[in-house]
Structures are given as structure tokens and as C-alpha cells.
């Protein structure tokens, strides 16, 4: 189930472009972490904004929310209007090489090909935080 959350390196740089949603997951010392609303290590809610984990008594470590691809995808459309396709490039999956597109404004790009489906959605969220919102 791992692959269905964003990387550290990926929720760090989300972070800094503003997103702050609630996640179901978060990264703490590098580790992702499922935490849920009733958890007694968790201050406050899940957001980034106001995320803190207890790491001993009266010490408080910053952590940073873990969001599923989906919401990340679904935030950059909502907030940046930017869109992603994942294609398979023969229409069996036992043999499918898989790329993606881009579009935002006038912009539009297609990636290389990658071995799996999972490679090109992180090659996806990748090219869009790190060189289209760059």
C-alpha cells in the first residue's frame, strides 16, 4: 500500500508549494506513518499547517502529512489547473509500457516510457513539483 502515498522527498516539496489537506499518513523521521484522528501522539489535526508529533514530554517534533497520489493530483488540478493522463502504449497490461501526459495552459508535454504504471504516476507528480511549478 505504500505506493499509493507520495514519497518524503515529493510531500516535502507539495508542502512548500502550499498544500495542506488533511492525509490519512504522515512522514516521521523519514518513515511513513499511519495515524489516524484519535491518536495520542498527534497535536492537532493532520494538516501540515499545524502538524506535531509528541516525542517525549514537553518536546514536540515537526512531521510532515503523507498525501495519497490522488489527492496530491486532485489538489494540483484544483489549485495550480494543471491535469495528468496515464497511458498504457500497447493496451495489454502484461506487456505495457506506460507514459504520461501533462497539460497546463498552453503547456502540454509527454514523458518517455516506463516500465510500470506506479513509475509513471511518480514520474508524473515528479515533472509537475519539481520542473513545472519550479
Known amino acids: 500500500m505504500k505506493e499509493q502515498f507520495v514519497t518524503l522527498e515529493?510531500?516535502?516539496?507539495?508542502?512548500?508549494?502550499?498544500?495542506?489537506?488533511?492525509?490519512?499518513?504522515?512522514?516521521?523521521?523519514?518513515?511513513?506513518?499511519?495515524?489516524?484522528?484519535?491518536?495520542?501522539?498527534?497535536?492537532?489535526?493532520?494538516?501540515?499547517?499545524?502538524?506535531?508529533?509528541k516525542s517525549g514530554i514537553n518536546e514536540v517534533q515537526s512531521v510532515i502529512a503523507a498525501p495519497l497520489y490522488q489527492q496530491a493530483f486532485d489538489w494540483l488540478r484544483e489549485k495550480h489547473d494543471i491535469f495528468y493522463h496515464i497511458y498504457d502504449n500497447t493496451g495489454n497490461d502484461?506487456?505495457?509500457?506506460?507514459?504520461?501526459?501533462?497539460?497546463?495552459?498552453?503547456?502540454?508535454?509527454?514523458?518517455?516510457?516506463?516500465?510500470?504504471?506506479?513509475?509513471?504516476?511518480?514520474?508524473a507528480l515528479n515533472y509537475i513539483i519539481n520542473e513545472l511549478l519550479c
Open 10 to 53: 515529493q510531500a516535502i516539496r507539495l508542502k512548500d508549494l502550499g498544500f495542506d489537506e488533511e492525509c490519512l499518513c504522515l512522514y516521521d523521521d523519514n518513515k511513513l506513518q499511519i495515524m489516524t484522528q484519535h491518536s495520542p501522539d498527534v497535536i492537532a489535526t493532520t494538516k501540515n499547517s499545524n502538524m506535531h508529533l
Open 94 to 123: 502484461d506487456n505495457a509500457l506506460w507514459f504520461y501526459e501533462v497539460t497546463h495552459d498552453i503547456h502540454y508535454y509527454v514523458s518517455k516510457l516506463y516500465k510500470t504504471y506506479y513509475e509513471a504516476k511518480n514520474a
